[in-house]
T-cell receptor, first 113, second 113 residues
Framework: SAVISQKPSRDICQRGTSLTIQCQVD?????MFWYRQQPGQSLTLIAT?????????ESGFVIDKFPISRPNLTFSTLTVSNMSPEDSSIYLC??????????FGPGTRLLVL | GENVEQHPSTLSVQEGDSAVIKCTYS??????FPWYKQELGKRPQLIID?????GEKKDQRIAVTLNKTAKHFSLHITETQPEDSAVYFC????????????FGAGTRLFVKA
């Protein structure tokens, strides 16, 4: 499976600010996804990061709040904009290397004060 | 919309006993069913998966069964060990929706030594 890294691993931010999370894969992958996992909860898909085009957002998530970039097949960023304490969560990227199988990055633990 | 229900939410077993986690899905187009194990503070790790053309798959102490007619699938762990203690997520995805994966709510498994 691919080696996936995320930066930062954790951060504490002030409300109203923005944080950009990076996801780097050691090989080219077709699919990249961004998930949110609130403490003790399941994984909720935020969006599919599409290379060369706008991300596809799930219901309840909008581009203005979670802008996503995917400049190539090994890298993507997720920005959490104008943060509030409700955005405190773990953010995970995942990649699909062959068909449906997804592998997750280590996650970014975000606390908004 | 698509939905995956997972039961039980918590499961406690004695070391050496078997554990069974059950999931049902709503989208009849789903054809890929992965299971992930998430230890505390770690990323979800794929432990086994099954595709819709197979009724059962086994990997050492772990097995998964699928009933497409009833739209349910199950994870079986035999001879449980304390290191099996974790949160387990079932998921369902298909070619429609760009391999979008829907996760169950998770089962917290405790294996008592």
């Amino acid at each position: 499976s691919a080696v996936i890294s995320q930066k930062p691993s954790r951060d504490i931010c002030q409300r109203g600010t923005s944080l950009t999370i990076q996801c780097q894969v050691d090989s080219q992958v077709t699919m990249m996804f961004w998930y949110r996992q609130q403490p003790g909860q399941s994984l909720t898909l935020i969006a599919t990061a599409n290379q060369g085009s706008e991300a596809t957002y799930e219901s309840g998530f909008v581009i203005d709040k979670f802008p996503i970039s995917r400049p190539n097949l090994t890298f993507s960023t997720l920005t959490v904009s104008n943060m509030s304490p409700e955005d405190s969560s773990i953010y995970l990227c995942s990649v699909g290397t062959s068909g449906e199988t997804q592998y997750f990055g280590p996650g970014t633990r975000l606390l908004v004060l | 919309g698509e939905n995956v229900e997972q039961h039980p939410s918590t499961l406690s077993v004695q070391e050496g006993d078997s554990a069974v986690i059950k999931c049902t899905y709503s989208d009849s187009a789903s054809n890929y069913f992965p299971w992930y194990k998430q230890e505390l503070g770690k990323r979800p790790q794929l432990i086994i998966d099954i595709r819709s053309n197979v009724g059962e798959k086994k990997d050492q102490r772990i097995a998964v069964t699928l009933n497409k007619t009833a739209k349910h699938f199950s994870l079986h762990i035999t001879e449980t060990q304390p290191e099996d203690s974790a949160v387990y997520f079932c998921a369902a995805s298909g070619h429609t929706g760009g391999f979008k994966t829907i996760f169950g709510a998770g089962t917290r498994l405790f294996v008592k030594a």
